[in-house]
């Protein structure tokens, strides 16, 4: 507890345009604020780099959930709360909402925003593997314009990100598509308010009996969020009943090839990789008994 | 029952509690009150050769910035044997206080606190517990458990007969108590009188501490600690807070405020310690135990020899003719560890109940009927009697209720999906221990009651407990009876501990109670028409504010009606209670009976207990609503203790790495499923006036081993080291 607050400065525009205007013209000056519940801890601890904030709150722009026929646009402002308690999310994307609900505790997630957990670039969030699965969108906004990527290219290291000193992330976008059954899974120490050791989101899409498209990806198990791409690939084109058939371990191996687990003080690097590889079996193996 | 003992009442300080009127030690506020932020070590052991304070001190609004060069030294250092801040430039372990910035502010001191610069002679720590087991020395004698090392009978020559025998070793790691309220202390000078607010659960104990360290006479400190927002033991020693904020207010001759930080609270006082423990048992092939050997160690500091007598409980429990328990320590270059609820007993109780778990499938026998089996009828270390002893019932109640007869008895036989499940059971025990304690009751002549006594209320209920006893007593109803507490200028009481402050300060309360009855009958037989002549005291009660004929209750004469009669506004009674003699002719202890179920993600290794039935005998309940509360929240944090609770040090650095809530992780509600508490009630004539034995520990000692029961029960692997994290369950 050490930071002193006179020594940090927080302008809070009232307009997007001018504050996109100001980090344009001061790249990498201004540290966005959003909900702040992961700043204010390194805040905290004494430990905060950032200097200068620029506070989003008064961009409507940044606000809300946004849903249309084929899509749901979740804005970076959306709070956890938000996410957990939205019917369209629950209904079709509900491992969103389970990741806000299984985020802290009801003070963060009335604070904490998507857009800070994707922004934080923490390996261990617990809201982008189910983005990284259900194959989000992620849009970016400058003064020039809005850029759009998937966003499981969004992140290209250990808290390394595609993102521009001036640019800000405006949302992620999810396609509404019939068909897709879920599974999350949050390992942590305790039920809630534990960072993940752990962290499972998958998902496949059904169309005349087949898969067509898979998603699964995990968190707290490499430098970033990542996407067993060979184990998705290999379900695309089977029936529920052929993919449940998969051998174990070759569902265990080809999940085990795209994470890199560390030993930290939150879990050993050998419990991580052999949860994360039954955690993959047993989506497979369960896909018949899991609900559209 | 009585009038009011024994029945449900909400806490009488729980409406101040919630809405922010209970003042706690850190929200006392003093006129011109600097604040004081610790500059703590980051190094565990050597020497500081230079500390820098310049800049510090023309940071804006410092006042003045404390070392070891520049704090007045204690007036009498050989009082106080614990670790003392600022004597001296010797570092004994990592975040130990090296400098105390006092400001105008709080965030001044924070911001100038960080420019303070200390340069060291740095040496390596050691603080490697189970790395250095090996090389543990006898422990001193403690007070309250005895000799380091104990025998009954001759437990090697026993062991090497036995037909069956077991050993294993257990391991505990460190633990803190994590308390809602951070210790704080506002201190003040008047006129060379100290008045100093204080978190603590011993007033009387942080008066004499000050008196010596400051040299001045006791009378001239007041301690004042009201409300305690958990302290679990972790403020029975006086921390060196209350050293340094007095001092530095002497010093600045101004009120001065310290509060430790999250971070600060995992050095600022003691904790549970690192316990290492082997078990041995020797029994018959039809169960009966010939021989345990119970050998502990635990780590203590370089500064103090903390026992944290683990094995204690080992001698009274089974009815063993041979037994033999050992208590070692290892010095480490870590803080002293101190009182961390059930202390020595929940540690001890882990080993020990798990080796009998494990005694239990090499004899093919269920674990409760071989606890049975070995059931003692008289203490087997003394041969005296129990005052009383319901814990057979404890044992038929819990497992009726838990449907124990359902568990089948080869592990890994129990599966819901992905879960096994598992059952596991264990004993607990905890003293029924009683100190002296004084109180003072004034009645007045407006029909209230006002009664003092400086115990603490460290969140058990103290408050009410002793509203209820002095209600029952003195006949008259809680609302109009007031108790206070935390405060040296009350009589003294005993620090709030050891599960005893209703057997001790409740006792006093009834004894306080009974003189005024006898002396209010004195004055009603002056008037010799009075129903009530010719009667003892013992044929009169106190009831309904009137002191009437036990036997013809109608026979009677207002208490306010007395006093006005004498033309008396008050009537006061100042009573030390003191145990009984007739105590020393019995084994005098409280028992309970923990049954669990576990459920094991086998594909995480995740454990949670889904139920857990916790059936307890501690003599007289007074009032069921808090105990109860008391007894669950044993239950959740024994689940801690055995799942998740862990203080990690980098011994590298002799560093905890895991000092916040965020990364010390106690149990969340979530945690926590089904918890059923019951008593089973002793009418125990020989512990205390009153029959009331302590329950505050004795509610989390089996709840560690019934955890590591069930969880072998469920998975058929032997978790002997806690916490049982998941990465462990899934290993082994």
Redesign the interface.
């Known amino acids: 507890m050490r930071a002193y607050v006179p020594d940090f400065d927080i302008t809070v525009p009232d307009r997007l345009d001018d504050a996109l205007k100001m980090l344009a013209e001061k790249p990498g000056f201004y540290r966005p604020l959003a909900g702040g519940t992961d700043l204010m801890v390194v805040f905290n601890a004494g430990h905060q780099i950032y200097k200068n904030f620029l506070s989003l709150h008064k961009f409507q722009e940044l606000h809300g959930i946004h849903v249309t026929d084929e899509e749901v646009e979740i804005r970076a402002l959306a709070t956890y709360t938000d996410l957990r308690y939205h019917p369209i999310l629950k209904a079709e994307f509900p491992m969103l909402c389970q990741a806000a609900a299984e985020s802290g505790a009801g003070a963060i997630q009335n604070r904490g925003t998507i857009g800070g957990n994707i922004g934080n670039g923490s390996p261990a969030a617990d809201t982008p593997p189910a983005l990284a699965a259900y194959g989000a969108e992620i849009d970016l906004i400058s003064k020039d314009g809005v850029r759009s990527l998937p966003f499981r290219n969004f992140q290209t290291g250990y808290k390394q990100m595609d993102l521009r000193p001036e640019e800000l992330i405006r949302g992620v976008r999810l396609k509404r598509k019939s068909g897709r059954l879920h599974s999350y899974r949050k390992v942590g120490t305790r039920k809630a308010q534990a960072i993940s050791k752990v962290c499972f989101a998958a998902t496949v899409r059904l169309e005349s009996g087949k898969i067509v498209e898979a998603g699964i990806a995990y968190g707290s198990v490499a430098p970033t969020v990542g996407c067993c791409e060979k184990l998705e690939q290999k379900l695309v084109g089977l029936s529920l009943a052929e993919a449940s058939k998969l051998d174990p371990m070759e569902v265990k191996k080809l999940a085990g090839e795209s994470i890199s687990p560390i030993d930290d003080i939150r879990s050993s690097g050998e419990y991580r990789l052999k949860v994360a590889k039954n955690l993959a079996a047993d989506f497979v193996s369960n896909l018949e008994n899991l609900n559209v | 029952m009585g009038k009011y003992i024994g029945k449900e009442f909400s806490r009488v300080d729980g409406v101040a509690k919630v809405t922010g009127a209970a003042p706690y030690a850190a929200e006392f506020h003093v006129p011109g009150t600097a604040h004081g932020y610790l500059v703590m070590s980051r190094i565990a052991k050597g020497t500081i050769t230079k500390i820098d304070t310049a800049a510090a001190e023309k940071s804006p609004g410092v006042v003045r910035v404390f070392t070891h060069k520049n704090t007045p030294k204690f007036a009498h250092p050989e009082k106080y044997k614990s670790f003392k801040a600022l004597q001296s430039p010797e570092i004994v372990f990592n975040a130990q206080p090296i400098a105390v910035v006092v400001a105008e502010t709080f ?2 001191a ?2 100038a ?2 420019l303070v610069e200390a340069t060291y002679r740095r040496e390596d720590p050691s603080t490697d517990f189970f790395g250095r087991v090996e090389e543990a020395e006898q422990a001193p004698d403690s007070p309250f458990s005895g000799k380091s090392v104990q025998t009954t009978g001759d437990a090697e020559q026993a062991m090497s007969s036995a037909e069956i025998t077991f050993e294993a070793e257990y391991t505990i790691p460190a633990e803190h108590h994590n308390p809602m309220e951070p210790h704080a202390a506002v201190a003040y000078w008047k006129n060379g009188k100290l008045k100093i607010f204080d978190k603590s659960q011993d007033v009387y104990t942080v008066r004499s501490n000050l008196a010596a360290a400051l040299g001045v006479p006791e009378d001239d400190v007041h301690v004042v600690s009201p409300y305690v927002g958990g302290a679990f033991g972790c403020s029975i020693r006086t921390n060196y807070y209350p050293f340094l904020t007095a001092m530095m207010a002497r010093e600045l001759k101004r009120p001065v405020k310290l509060v430790y ?1 999250r ?1 600060q609270m995992f050095t600022g006082h003691g904790y549970r310690p690192f316990t290492h423990q082997k078990i041995q048992l020797g029994a018959k092939k039809t169960g009966e135990l010939i021989s345990i050997i119970h050998e502990a160690a635990n780590n203590t500091s370089t500064v103090e020899k903390w026992n944290d007598s683990t094995t204690r409980f080992t001698r009274h429990i089974y009815a063993c003719p041979n037994m033999k328990t050992i208590q070692r320590l290892v010095k480490t270059d870590l803080p002293t560890p101190c009182a961390m609820r059930a202390p020595g007993a929940v540690s001890g109780m882990f080993a020990l109940e798990s080796a009998l778990d494990e005694l239990s499938y090499k004899l093919d026998m269920d674990p409760l009927e071989l606890r049975l089996k070995n059931y003692a009828e008289v203490d087997p270390a003394n041969g005296k009697p129990y005052s009383t002893k319901a814990l057979r019932e404890c044992y038929r109640r819990g497992a009726e209720k838990f449907g124990w007869d359902k568990r089948q008895p080869i592990p890994r036989s129990m599966r819901e999906g ?1 879960e096994l499940i598992g059952y596991g059971m264990s004993t607990g025990i905890w003293y029924a221990f009683q100190q002296p304690a004084t109180v003072k009751v004034v009645l007045k002549a407006d029909g209230t009651a006002q009664l003092t006594s400086a115990t603490s209320d460290i969140g058990p209920g103290t408050y009410t407990v002793m509203t209820i006893i002095a209600a029952e007593y003195l006949g008259i109803a809680p609302e109009k009876i007031s108790f206070g507490l935390g405060d040296t200028q009350m009589p003294k009481a005993p620090v709030q501990g050891g599960s005893w402050t209703t057997a001790s300060v409740g006792s006093a309360v009834h004894g306080a109670a009974m003189k005024l009855k006898s002396r209010l009958l004195s004055l009603a037989q002056k008037d010799k028409d009075s129903p009530l002549q010719g009667l003892g005291p013992d044929e009169v009660v106190l009831l309904d504010g009137r002191l009437q004929n036990r036997k013809q209750t109608s026979n009677g004469v207002s208490i306010v009606g007395i006093l006005k009669a004498e033309g008396m506004d008050s009537m006061t009674e100042v009573h030390k209670e003191t145990p009984s003699k007739i105590r020393e002719d019995y084994q005098l202890l409280a028992h309970g009976a923990q049954f669990v179920e576990v459920r094991v993600d086998e ?4 454990v ?1 207990v889904s139920r857990a039935v916790e059936a307890t005998a501690c003599g007289k309940i007074m009032n069921p609503k808090t105990s109860h509360s008391q007894e669950m929240g044993g239950v959740v944090w024994g689940i801690g203790m055995a ?2 609770e862990h203080t ?1 040090v980098d011994d590298r650095f002799g560093r905890i ?2 000092p916040s809530l ?2 010390y ?1 106690v ?5 926590v499923r089904k918890v059923d508490t019951d008593f089973i009630e002793e009418d125990d004539r020989v512990v205390n006036p009153l029959g009331v034995k302590g329950m505050g520990e004795l509610g989390m000692v089996g709840i560690p081993a019934a955890i590591s029961n069930a969880v072998y029960h469920a998975t058929g692997k032997r978790i002997r080291h806690l916490p049982m ?3 462990k369950v ?2 082994a």
């Open positions: 965030e001044e924070r911001a606190a960080n930080t971070r992905n594909q995480l290794g995740m949670r799942l998740t990690e790495m895991n965020a990364d992780h149990p969340c509600c979530a945690d994290t998941p990465d899934l290993k």
